[in-house]
């Protein structure tokens, strides 16, 4: 009898280690299938290569191409001044999220109209053409391969980047449809950077100690104006000089021009004088629709280092013997007055 219980208890025990063995198995089993069943029935992620942003150009650094050859043979000019920027999509082939972006394009168009809208597509040709034939495309299309993908800075899509008519890269960010852009101009018109007062929706932003420093003699004695007169730096006729800084597609510099008369009638005693970054023809447009009477220097974009400052509107306050008094980023009629009044208080203290 014993032995028979014996037997029986053995057989129980095998027959739990076969089960317990059979159960490590199937588990093993369904672990090593679940990544491909789960890859299997997840839905294509909106960016469809995944990587970090920081894999992208940096916003305030230049696009590596000034202009891009479209698919019809035609040039996009990144560096440009027909318009306020460039709004650039990047689509890759196989990206749903992409569909997404193709059926808004035309409509992003006819919104932006001040933007110039650019596409680059990554992947194969012919599916490519499909894309352009299929959804009737009329943006300007860059084509690029595969394994050209990286050559923009980003393997997430769709992807945008808004440019400067400078090339300059203003803000970035995956996209899909028309609501992103208009977020991502918002961030440029409204994003002042706090310890330096640079809106970055006008071009690089600097510390301003990069500025010429309060005290230093200016670099210039006198400067030529568009009319071919001068504007004299160093002088003995006015009490010091307002001279104020704009550049080509800074839209709070728009507020300084329609300030600037008010600007001159108010301080009579001051010399007051323009400094003008851009296209030339552009700069006659500004003086031409805010009727701008006062002398202008005009110098072009590669030169806007000149004078020592990338933020704009700007202003220095110049003593008649050519030293700086003060400076700020400015953007009306009160941001000047507050600069006299602090020199004011100086010379008061002093």
């Known amino acids: 009898m014993f032995l028979i219980q014996l037997s029986i208890f053995f057989q129980w025990t095998l027959n739990i280690v076969i089960v317990y063995l059979l159960i490590k198995i199937i588990k093993k089993s369904s672990i090593q299938e679940i990544p491909s069943s789960i890859q299997a029935a997840q839905p294509i992620e909106k960016y469809e290569v995944s990587n970090s942003e920081n894999f992208n150009m940096d916003i305030g650094s230049i696009f590596p191409e000034k202009s891009l050859v479209t698919i019809g043979g035609n040039l996009l000019h990144i560096k440009q001044s027909d318009f306020k920027g460039t709004i650039l999509f990047i689509s890759v082939h196989g990206c749903e999220s992409c569909e997404i972006l193709y059926q808004n394009i035309n409509s992003i168009i006819d919104s932006y109209v001040d933007y110039q809208i650019g596409l680059i597509m990554v992947g194969p040709y012919e599916k490519m053409m499909e894309k352009q034939h299929y959804?009737?495309?009329v943006v300007p299309i860059h084509h690029?391969?595969?394994?050209q993908m990286e050559k923009f800075g980003t393997r997430t899509f769709p992807f945008c980047y808004i440019l400067s008519g400078e090339g300059i890269i203003l803000n970035k960010r995956p996209i899909q449809d028309s609501s992103n852009i208009q977020i991502m101009i918002e961030e440029m018109k409204n994003e002042i950077l706090a310890d330096n007062f640079s809106f970055r929706e006008n071009t690089l932003s600097l510390s301003e100690s990069s500025t010429l420093d309060i005290g230093t003699l200016f670099p210039y004695k006198v400067l030529i104006?568009?009319?071919d007169g001068l504007l004299?730096?160093?002088q003995s006729n006015y009490k010091s000089t307002i001279l104020l800084f704009s550049i080509?597609?800074?839209e709070s510099c728009e507020t300084l021009y329609q300030n600037i008369k008010l600007i001159r009638e108010e301080n009579a005693l001051y010399q007051i004088g323009l400094v003008m970054v851009g296209p030339y023809e552009k700069m006659m447009e500004k003086k031409?629709?805010?009727h701008l009477d006062i002398p202008i220097h005009h110098i072009e974009m590669d030169q806007m280092e000149k004078f020592q400052t990338r933020t704009f509107p700007f202003c220095y306050i110049i003593s008649g013997d050519g030293t700086i008094l003060n400076k700020r980023p400015i953007q009306d009629f009160a941001g000047v007055q507050i600069l006299l009044e602090e020199i004011e208080r100086e010379l008061a203290i002093g």
């Open 232 to 234: 004299h730096i160093i």
């Open 135 to 137: 959804y009737q495309l």
């Open 288 to 290: 031409q629709l805010y």
């Open 248 to 250: 080509h597609g800074c």
């Open 225 to 227: 104006t568009i009319s």
């Open 144 to 147: 690029i391969e595969m394994h």
